[in-house]
């Protein structure tokens, strides 16, 4: 059976969602005959190319509160964030243009390398400060998920490469229906939107295993909605 993960780096909740999916699929008898693809979903398809700011004043923006307030929303993330064993900086991200980045990352699909790029694209975003959106940095990870550095540059450096996967990801993810990411899909039936806790996961691969309709009252997870703003949980 398939799972599909639509997501984006700049999602803290894609982050959040894909160590409580894993946890929900250890969790899951027929694991080993699951095949997990991640798709691309940009929040903001719109962002201008090299143009970077702050996190926290991206977030006072979109939500209309102030600097301090900001900061207060990106310590409730954290917070979930450490509650699955996951690093969170808060202080000194950067917001940006993710398309190279889902360029990239379908390079390392093509070399069977995506899930361990995603991952180090993940950590280097939220856990450390490191820059995703500085193409440098982005070569770097590239050469630690596995892949050739000249090939990765080639990549970056021509902004038609992978431009059609991304795209096409991103249609099909509004063909679908999804309005914001993390969203999955299992089996193309069934859709599990927002990073939703682990037991929630395993109960999702259960049905669709045996081919029932998924839980109607389950409750949407948290998500980042296209404009980039993220649900976070309130104090």
């Not at 440098?136 to 902004?159: P, T, Y």
Request: glycine content about 8%.
């Amino acid at each position: 059976m398939r799972v599909e993960i639509w997501s984006d780096i700049a999602c803290p909740w894609c982050y959040i969602g894909k160590a409580r999916f894993e946890k929900g699929l250890a969790a899951f008898a027929h694991r080993d005959e699951i095949e997990v693809v991640h798709r691309s979903f940009e929040l903001d398809p719109r962002a201008p190319k090299g143009v970077t700011g702050p996190v926290v004043e991206m977030l006072a923006k979109k939500y209309g509160r102030t600097v301090d307030e900001a900061r207060g929303m990106e310590e409730h993330v954290a917070a979930a964030a450490r509650a699955e064993g996951l690093a969170y900086v808060t202080e000194g991200r950067d917001n940006g243009s993710t398309f190279d980045i889902h360029r990239l990352l379908h390079l390392a699909a093509a070399h069977g390398r995506r899930d361990a790029l995603l991952d180090l694209a993940y950590r280097a975003n939220f856990a450390e400060e490191r820059s995703v959106f500085d193409p440098e940095v982005l070569i770097a990870l590239a050469v630690e998920a596995g892949l050739d550095e000249a090939e990765a540059r080639a990549v970056l450096a021509d902004g038609t490469a992978y431009a059609d996967e991304v795209r096409a990801d991103e249609r099909e993810a509004a063909e679908l229906g999804a309005n914001s990411v993390p969203f999955f899909v299992l089996d193309r039936r069934f859709g599990v939107s927002g990073g939703q806790p682990a037991e929630v996961f395993t109960r999702a691969l259960e049905q669709a295993w045996q081919g029932r309709e998924l839980v109607a009252e389950t409750p949407a997870g948290e998500a980042c909605d296209p404009d980039g703003a993220c649900a976070v949980p309130q104090a």
